[in-house]
């Protein structure tokens, strides 16, 4: 649930983010909705796909050396620090060997990894983050440290509510790799123009909360992962 102001983190207790706090102040029962769907049916899914999860364990081990899972630092709700769980796709020891964004055809992403981000299966174990209340079916996705450095103040206000496994902007920049790819430096032109553009998203969704329209957008990311387009 929302945290009283004065509760906040100080970095978060500025003018742009108090707009959204009383926002979202008004729609505690939204809130309550989405954590108790959040509870219910991550618990469900975790059981009925865990003949899944088991297979792709097996066929990550058997391609190529490392853990079963990719655990990257993240930021979450409020500021705080956690690590996410994806099923690895790419090499052991990825990220000492390339920028923290992914970039399309990279080099890193091993032949299993490459199907599992082919059918976007790399983010079902994020269930476990939802589960642990960590994350939120629909929300603004959770960036590394770096680059939530780089929020502006009205930014910060993403960070009132828990890092989601979808969002209205997840959706429509689902193939950010291939604009990353026409530049030679990814960090610049993600922090400079696509986190900015999916940010104006982010902020969006929160003007316009409520427990529905969440509902609507994972119906949304279901047609996005089936193939269909969505123009927002």
Known sequence: MLKKWEQLPEFMRCDPVKDYYEILAKRKMSLLLKRGFD????????????????????????????????RQERVTQYGRHFRIFKFRTMVQHAQQ?????????????????????????????????????????VGTRPEVPKYVA????????????????????????????????????????YIEEILPQKMRYNLDEI????????LKEMFWTVLAVLGKDFEG
Do not use: H
């Open 207 to 214: 003007r316009n909360f409520s427990f529905m329209q969440n």
């Open 97 to 137: 060997l390339g920028t923290q964004v992914t970039l399309k055809r990279d080099p890193r992403i091993t032949r299993v990894g490459a199907w599992i981000r082919k059918l976007r299966l790399d983010e079902i174990c994020q269930l476990i983050d939802v589960l642990r209340g960590t994350m939120t079916f």
């Open 150 to 189: 780089q929020y502006s103040e009205e930014m910060r206000a993403t960070l009132l509510l828990p890092a989601g496994v979808t969002s209205l902007a997840s959706i429509l920049y689902k193939n950010e790799d291939e604009l990353l790819a026409t530049g030679e430096d990814a960090d610049r032109i």
């Open 39 to 70: 509870l219910v049916v991550s618990l469900l899914m975790l059981v009925v796909l865990a003949p899944l999860f088991l297979l792709l364990a097996i066929a990550i081990k058997l391609d190529s050396p490392g853990p079963v899972f990719f």
